[in-house]
């Protein structure tokens, strides 16, 4: 069975550009998660799907992070524009109930 | 507000020589706890769910216990493919839905 996955798995880009992540969920899971690490820390959380709804979104900074999951199976994270702090891996996560048990292997952003 | 702790930060070990890790919560009633290896350039890879205190699990060369202010990660005769970070997460059952708060993680090295 297919893990989760992600694209890109790095990316460079100056401040102020835009970026997005995609992110494609274990088959059948109807929750996705997208993290943000930042180096030497734990993942935090930034949204939480189910299905196509945004369930939890209270730590994403939504003046330049945006997010949707339509159909409720592939999901894109939106940057726009990035900051210096963007920097971190962003991770995608999938799970049929319960916490999360799934991670992909992460996108890591650096902002110039 | 959930909060974790772990330490120590950093552990080396020679192999064969077993030792603990800690990981120190509060939250406002536990769903679960969760312990995660994470390698180099990977997403978070599962390992246990607790959900109760005096509760512990097995897999190979770690068990995990929980008690109702920690959890230890016992590795018992530790190799080099052991080495990784491990990181502790909770989930409360006040916090919205399924989401989990991390701890920093150790970050374990195993020598030959």
């Known amino acids: 069975e297919a893990g989760v996955v992600q694209s890109p798995r790095y990316k460079i880009i100056e401040k102020k550009q835009p970026v997005a992540f995609w992110c494609n969920p274990i088959s059948g899971h109807n929750t996705l998660y997208w993290y943000r690490q930042n180096l030497g820390q734990g993942p935090e959380l930034l949204i939480r799907?189910?299905?196509?709804?945004?369930?939890?979104d209270s730590q994403l900074p939504k003046d330049r992070f945006s997010a949707e999951r339509l159909k409720g199976v592939d999901s894109t994270l939106k940057i726009q524009p990035a900051e210096l702090g963007d920097s971190a891996v962003y991770l995608c996560?999938?799970?049929?109930?319960?916490?999360?048990?799934?991670f992909g292997p992460g996108t890591r952003l650096t902002v110039l | 507000e959930d909060q974790v702790t772990q330490s120590p930060e950093a552990l080396r070990l020679q192999e064969g020589e077993s030792s603990s890790l800690n990981c120190s919560y509060t939250?406002?009633?536990?769903?679960?706890l969760f312990w995660y290896r994470q390698d180099p350039g990977k997403g978070p890879e599962f390992l246990f769910t607790l959900y109760s205190a005096g509760e512990e699990k097995e897999k190979e060369r770690l068990k995990a216990t929980l008690t109702k202010k920690e959890s230890f990660l016992h590795i018992t005769a530790p190799k080099p493919e052991d080495s990784a970070t491990y990181l502790c997460a909770v989930q409360g059952l006040v916090t919205s839905g399924s989401r989990l708060t991390f701890g920093e993680g150790t970050q374990l090295t195993v020598n030959p």
């Open positions: 939250v406002s009633g536990l769903r679960g």
């Open positions: 799907y189910e299905n196509e709804e945004a369930v939890d």
């Open positions: 996560a999938s799970s049929s109930g319960g916490a999360t048990r799934f």
